[in-house]
DNA sequence: GGACGTGGGAGACAGATGAGCAACAGGAAC
DNA sequence: GTTCCTGTTGCTCATCTGTCTCCCACGTCC
């Protein structure tokens, strides 16, 4: 266990040398010419007086903090938020960073939010993580500039600044893929009534799927509601009195998934035999628990939040450069999760 | 937006004072006589000039950082771990500090996680919380007491170290006082099998309170399976093809009382009026989105890692003795909340 | 010649870093 | 065989990072 009161002056003493070799010993300084028998002596008495370095002074002196900054809209109020700060941490630390986190209201005045990132400024932050909770355009506080940032889950309204975000398209794609695939040829959405980009391009997606599958798309119904429980039972109880009521149903979510869950148990509905369901987010509380699970599009929150890291750092060590990168956003794939919730349609 | 390479030295010579005269007026010191004139043609220049501290080299001199470091263990496993960093970090904002979060696997070795404070040690923070995300007993890396520190949601196997942890009695008798409130008379219980404390001391509060109440508490029935939806749903339908099947249902925890629901469902008792339920933990995924809402008790999560944190930095700031509070574990109410999965029995 | 009002100088915090210095070896010149 | 020169090895000195804080200095007025 290191003390706290040992530096490397006391060091230095003890094996009686100078601090400039203990300090070169110790940081394996390339050009430093010391004997294989000094640097054995301070290496050993360093770690008999349990000599731990003073990361504040190493920063101060050499710029370096060591430290990325993670702003993080509304930690906690989605259970994905943890998954983009899992893959973060685990992505700093495997490269010898650690991640100072900050709490800010997606709600909040610009000004407030500047104020976080200043707090992180002052703090000599390498890098600076902005993380969105879901996916939309923000607008970012200004300083968010004077050091090198990655945008997690969000494109800027202004921008070029380097983002990575789902593959709404892709992701939808798969759902609705997967229900052709099984013979549906009545597919309905269940969508958000949010006016943000998943809305939109998950509509586009789940039509021009169909269409290309020689279905068609334009005349697919939709039901909208908000995302929630309640508004996908609302939804799902009026797409299934239809006439034509779709045998594959696409949910925006898995909680709206979960209220079709409910509808069609009232409408004397099967999943899967009578109705088959695919979601979106895997909510693994939900989808995995729901009888039967819920086969849904997952997104990639962990892997957001790893390549966010990666990337900034390289950027922080000099490895890339991000303007080049913010040119477009990155796009990371959704992957289909398959559970017990898709089936063939009754012939 | 301020600027990172304006130091307090550069708004002293704009000034045309000395850096002592800056630091005294920024810093307000007391005991500094300078003139109203003074400090105001500095205050002036340094917003000019766009100045903002640097933290690193205040804490050096200072020794302290203003920074608390946060071991969790198993971000993101559970959504639990964001309402305590929430907490933590809403706590530590109010009070000037910031978090510095590292993930830890509860399965990881001593250490491994002593390699975590460690770092957390080289950084300066001014204290430490520890973490867990379920409330069990921890074994505690041992250089964690260099510094202030504070568990949360368990209690270490040596002792000593102050602590906050759930009610988990007072929670469990206000669950079942709930169903005998309401009017039931047969009450079963759902209950765990982790050897955790939450699993003896739920079980230990619902036959208490059934005896205390009249009832025969520990002729009441109990089924016990893992505590997962699965587990739920097989207890559940164990205890309610029982010859004396239970009106009321007292679940370990709301994924349990899930799969209680759909064994209910099964067995065409429509909750509540066939079967009241009350779960434990809250999780709002499950508990509000199920139908009817789960009446279930939240854990005080947030709670705690504000607790935690507000005491902590009384310990940093010499308000408070730690030592003494770390007799016993602090114990935080979990509050009943009221959804719709209860009213009274048939009669 | 104190008291008061204003302000500045010089470490110290813990470590990083480039320039420089002493000691010694080997080789060449005398 | 001594002296001079050049290189290398092994290590140290001085200075720097940005800020705080104790202590001192200077002038003026009574």
Sequence with gaps: MSNRNIGIKDVAVAAGVSVTTVSHVLNEVSYARISPETRDKVRTIAEQLGYGPNRLAQALRTQRTGMLGLVSEDIATTPHAGRII??????????????????????????????????????????????????????????????????????????????????????????????LEAGHTRVGFLNNTDDVPATRQRLQAFRATLTEAGLDGDAAPVESEVSEVQGGYEAARRILTREDAPTGLFCYNDRMAMGAYRAAAELGLTIPADLSVVGFDDQELIAANLHPGLTTVALPHYEMGAWATEHLIDAVEGKTDLTLMALHPTILSCPLVRRDSITAPRP
């Design 86 to 179: 899992l893959g973060a941490e685990e992505a700093a630390k495997a490269r010898g960073y650690n991640l100072m986190i900050i709490n800010t209201s997606g709600s909040a005045s610009l000004e407030s939010r500047q104020a976080d990132v200043e707090a992180l400024l002052e703090r000599r932050v390498d890098g600076i993580l902005y993380a969105t909770m879901y996916h939309r355009n923000v607008e970012l506080p200004a300083n968010l500039g004077s050091v090198p940032s990655v945008l997690v889950d969000s494109v800027a309204t202004g921008g070029n600044i380097t983002a990575v975000i789902p593959d709404e398209e892709g992701g939808a794609r798969a759902a609705v893929g997967a229900l």
